[in-house]
């Protein structure tokens, strides 16, 4: 069944309109999140360009400044290899989303798929589907709650950076975290999208500006300035590496464009929600080319010398330029991270009421309370766990594992309950998407096993501040 017979079928009511609270809800949208009324807020919006500019600026944020340091583990070849198949992956898990979305205009989050599915699929009673979906739920809301958290760290970074230390680290996440939730209070994602594009432009050019800049000195800024020198690019993984030093970098790769989980949101503000498959593709595939270029140049011009974040690997002064440059793309990535988050609150403190979609006094405390609340709990995990490239990781492990493969995996057994696994064509698909699920397990607990590992060894080593720590937290540069 096509994806515009899918949506058809189950958004189509042939009872009369009716109302729920005071906003008059169409037949054709009943099953809607954000129902379209006369009397309400328009949430649905959004044209396919704009969605893939938000899920573009979603994804290219700060998880792509860790790449060109996690290609020091794997070496070129296993990290370009680990770019294509974690790309092509979270790209058939996106797919997988929307369609289920399609099929369930009702779904908001991947917290309702899952309470969808956990119906769907077992005898399970309403209870432990119920239990389901809030610990989905819960996991999701963390997930990005520690990507607004990164974002917030960047942020903070950018501030040092520019700067030169001019005040505490921990003001400058303070600021970094009031600006970040500020922007995110703009409710509907149509408003966002001066700030996606601009955010998205800033953030291409610093690392284009970076890109160019190591490919013309003799020798990598952070280097030894005088004297042989070892420049660590190799096709490889270096020797000494772990397996947990490895697969941690495989996690910060795979966590830079696993975060699918958010676009189910933004098909709920779409216009038309079938055009969300031309968004999505317009969107990875442009990640997946740009992660492949851009860190593979600078790995190979910076080798065990890149910086992380990867807008320091070009000396000070282009560092100062590039962080000034990208100070919007940051604000905006953590913008979108602090948003999704609070939405899926907002939607789960309002459903069902008239205070969702209209001005009420509560729906603005509800909102507000939600945005500055998310983007507090980010800041405090940033000044937390005060590493960027672990950080990234553990979004990875924790959150995208289970949210991005595990899930999605699960939801395509749902939309396909009625395979034939007789045939060969139907026993493939099946042990594919048992595979995805394993996977999504290995990612998830190995993940979490490389995290812990890697972050008691930085710790140890002294590689790391300590939390809530003043020192400049933008001059840490990778070594073996």
Known sequence: MDDAKVYDVHTTASTPDYDIGTVVVD?????????????????????????????????????????????????????????????????????????????????????????????????MSKRTAFIIRELTDALYIITWIICAGVSTLGLSIALNAVSKHATCSVGFGFVAYFVIASVASVRKIQHLGWVTWVGFGSMVTAI??????????????????????????????????TFASAWGASLAIFASSANTSGFVPVISEMRDPRLFFRSMYTCMLW????????????????????????????????????????????????????????????????????????????HWAVWLTCTYGTGLAGWILSEAIPFFGSLVSLIGALGFGPLGICLPAVLWFSLHKDLDKTTWTGKALWLAHIACFLLGLLVTIGGTYANVVNIMQQFKEGLVGLPFQCADNSGTVASN
Not at 227 to 241: Q, R
Not at 320 to 328: G, K
């Open 27 to 123: 037949a054709d949208d009943e099953a809607e999140v954000f129902a379209t009324g006369a009397n309400g807020v328009n949430f649905r919006t959004v044209g396919w360009l704009k969605a893939a500019i938000f899920m573009l600026k979603m994804t290219f944020a700060a998880g792509v400044l860790s790449i060109p340091g996690a290609l020091y583990s794997l070496g070129a070849v296993a990290g370009a290899i680990f770019i294509l198949f974690w790309g092509v992956l979270n790209t058939y898990m996106a797919y997988i989303q929307g369609q289920f979305k399609l099929k369930h205009p009702s779904v908001h989050t991947v917290a309702d798929a899952a309470h969808i599915a956990a119906l769907d699929l077992s005898n």
């Open 208 to 241: 284009l500006i970076v890109v160019i800049a190591v490919t013309i000195p003799n020798r990598p800024a952070a280097a030894p300035k005088t004297g042989d020198f070892e420049l660590g690019f190799s096709a490889m993984p270096p020797a000494g590496v």
């Open 287 to 362: 990640i997946t080319t740009s992660y492949l270029a851009l860190a593979i140049t600078v790995y190979a011009y910076c080798g065990k010398w890149v910086a992380s974040p990867a807008l320091g690997s070009a000396g000070p002064t282009i560092k100062i330029i590039a962080y000034a440059i990208a100070i919007p793309g940051l604000i905006a990535g953590a913008m979108i991270c602090v948003h999704v988050a609070a939405k899926s609150l907002f939607v789960r403190a309002l459903r069902g009421t008239h205070h969702l979609t209209e001005n009420t006094k509560t």
